[in-house]
């Protein structure tokens, strides 16, 4: 029994060194197999595998139009300028060359007329307080302050001012009443207050 298993694994081993020796001729076929292969049949194989993987022709995206720029662009904006005719009565508010709307006004008497030619808004106050110009006394806001509610200067000679302003009495617009100033009633001169800013040209026409 002892020399029959020697003899088995006597076998075995030669089996096994048959096996590995096999292995080693067929890894080596192998190698000689891979390396005879030429370099354009590997790209040939290659590309038809990439073939295979290639997606089906789409059409190319297509961007809904923008449309006019204009909506998406900075708009300029159109200069107002006032124009006061003193004649008239009236003071006329220009956005460009359009004229946009107009109010009445009371202009200086004689003596105190309003001045004319060109001037700009210097000064623009809500609900100011008034100083009478002799007694200095001051009048705070309120609905018998002169000026009213607002308080529009364009001109000054350093010490007194001309402006629009309201006034507690509305029934005197349209006359030659004020000391230079341009009366307005107090809704006309809080939509004016509105439509101007520091810098707005004032003409003053006869």
Sequence with gaps: MRSHRSRDKKFSSRNLFKLGLGSVI???????????????????TNSAAGLQLELPA?????????????????????PTHLVIKLSDRRVYVYQGDQLQTSYPIAVGK???????GTFQVRQMIRNPSWQHPWTDEVVPPGPGNPL?????????????????????NEELIGQAVSHGCIRMRNQDVQALFEKVSVGTPVTVQP
């Design 110 to 116: 004689q003596g105190w007329e309003t001045p004319t």
């Design 148 to 168: 009213g509610s607002r308080w529009i200067s364009f001109w000054t000679d350093g010490r007194n001012e001309i402006g629009f302003h309201g006034t507690p």
């Design 26 to 44: 067929l890894l080596s076929w192998g190698q000689q197999a891979s390396a005879s292969i030429a370099p354009e049949d590997l790209t040939t």
């Design 58 to 78: 789409t059409e190319p995206l297509k961007l809904p139009p923008l449309g006019e720029p204009d909506p998406f662009l900075p708009r300029e904006e159109i």
